[in-house]
């Protein structure tokens, strides 16, 4: 178990914390998402508006579904207003396909190009093992993360994905399920998660509250 | 590792919990918000809500039953029951759920499995496989048919075959019944769940029949189950998580402890 403060300290010592854009692409559920920021005491919106996105002081990219998805981010404006806000150094947290979108493609929709901040494209599972990846699998961390400060090594985080990015430098922690690959990735302001912080318990809430608690 | 996971069921009708033997008398366990939160922090991997009456009038209630136990939970939570159309499943994923399962209407009209994976993604879509043991007309080997409205209306369809179109259809889990068992606290029906698990790549979910720590050891072995999940157990208490966890644990199955 973490050691945390509860949500209504949480809010009141953080008042002057950012604001998080949670960015809506028609992608699936966000209600899991804002209900999980919502219960750390992090103030967030839901928005598909690029403008609101380029005045944001700080993104969460959720994501389930397919790849093919983020085409919605191109289409509609939000993705240049997203990669302004990365170059500015706006902190952005990527989750499940919203962490692969960081990578360069993937082969689930490979005419879709990704952002491209991490190298390499995400691949489906090998064939020897069961597809998709569904449950709580633990995280082996590897070097700091400002993200997962205080996550213990090991930590059971829940997944649910069919494709998966590879382990590149800015890993910060690997899961092994048919071999290893990116849990969690981390450069500067970026931060990406496979894994559904706002499902995965304890450690998922001390992992967004670590987010929350950023300086912009 | 990737774990094993246990699954707490709640069933609910008019916004409490209920739990039947073989589906007849019903005993109140109890409010879910309350429940489910008690489970999560007992250690569950996860939640299912079943609405168990799911007719018109009590779908307002369900909602609201839905709405105040996401509230409670920061771990997967899945909704079942009488989710008949994409609408449906929208309101309940609106109300805080992280899945929907789909049972009748998903036998009557496979599709739906199709159009709530294709606006909410197959991770978010359980189909649910009400299967009991039947002979054939041959009378040979060991089949199961599926049954629906809550195991009593044959469907004429055949358990493996349905689990094998739901994946093809973009269900993410399959929630396996098994109507023999539910109820009996004898065991999980592992031929069953091996037959399914065979056959599909997505994860099987074992229901029916838990009554001890054995059980669960069982239907993970030679069951193949990827999860398993039991109501009345953990509602009175009859196994602890934290003992079963325990037990897997050195039975060699990885879990989620301590979590």
């Known amino acids: ?216 | 590792m990737l774990t094993r996971r246990i699954i707490v069921c709640l069933d609910v009708d008019a916004g409490r919990v209920v739990k039947g033997v073989q589906f007849a008398k019903l005993r109140d366990a109890g409010d879910p918000a309350e429940l489910a939160a008690a489970h999560a922090s007992a250690g569950a991997d996860e939640i299912v809500l079943l609405d168990i009456a799911a007719t018109y009038e009590k779908r307002a209630t369900l909602l609201e039953t839905v709405r105040r136990t996401a509230r409670e939970l920061t771990i997967p939570f899945t909704v079942g029951g009488g989710i008949r159309t994409v609408e449906d499943a929208a309101a309940v994923f609106d109300a805080g759920a992280d899945k929907v399962a789909v049972n009748s209407a998903a036998i009557a009209d496979p599709a739906l499995i199709t159009e709530i994976a294709g606006r909410f993604g197959s991770q978010a879509v359980v189909v649910a496989i009400d299967a009991r043991r039947t002979a054939n007309a041959s009378g040979s080997g060991l089949h199961f048919a599926v049954k629906k409205t809550g195991g009593r209306d044959a469907t004429g369809r055949d358990a493996v075959n349905w689990a094998r179109e739901a994946q093809e259809a973009g269900a993410g889990e399959i929630l396996l019944t098994s109507m023999d068992r539910d109820g009996t606290k004898d065991g999980f029906d592992t031929e069953l769940t091996a037959a399914i698990a065979a056959v599909v790549r997505i994860p099987v979910i074992a229901s029916g029949g838990a009554g001890s720590m054995q059980h669960f050891v069982d239907v993970f072995g030679h069951g193949h189950a990827d999860a398993a999940l039991a109501a009345s157990i953990f509602h009175f208490g009859l196994i602890r998580m934290a003992d079963l966890k325990q037990h897997l644990r050195a039975n060699g199955i990885p879990v989620r402890w301590p979590c």
Not at chain 1, 126 to 143: A, C, R, T
Request: charged share 20%; net charge negative; glycine share 10%.
């Open chain 1, 1 to 216: 178990m973490l050691a945390g403060p509860t949500a209504g300290q949480d809010a009141a010592e953080h008042e002057r914390t950012a604001v998080i854009a949670i960015v809506d692409y028609r992608a699936g559920n966000l209600t899991s998402v804002k209900k999980a920021l919502d219960r750390i005491g992090a103030e967030s919106f839901v928005t598909s508006d690029p403008e609101a996105i380029a005045s944001a002081e700080k993104i969460v990219l959720p994501g389930v579904g397919h790849f093919a998805a983020t085409k919605v981010l191109e289409t509609s404006g939000m993705r240049s207003a997203l990669q302004n806000a990365i170059q500015r150094e706006v902190p952005f947290l990527g989750i499940c396909v919203g962490m692969q979108w960081l990578f360069e493609s993937s082969e689930e929709s490979p005419e879709t190009p990704g952002l491209g901040i991490f190298p390499g494209q995400c691949e489906h599972f090998p064939g020897e093992v069961k597809s998709p990846h569904v449950g709580w699998n633990d995280l082996l961390l590897e070097g700091s993360s400002r993200l997962l400060a205080g996550v213990p090594q090991n930590s059971f985080v829940y997944f649910t994905h069919t494709y998966r990015a590879p382990v590149v430098s800015s890993s910060v922690a690997r899961c092994e399920y048919g071999g290893a690959f990116s849990a969690a990735v981390e450069r500067g302001q970026v931060f990406g998660v496979q894994f559904h912080p706002e499902k995965s318990g304890e450690v998922g809430q001390a992992i967004l509250r670590n987010f929350h608690e950023l300086p912009c």
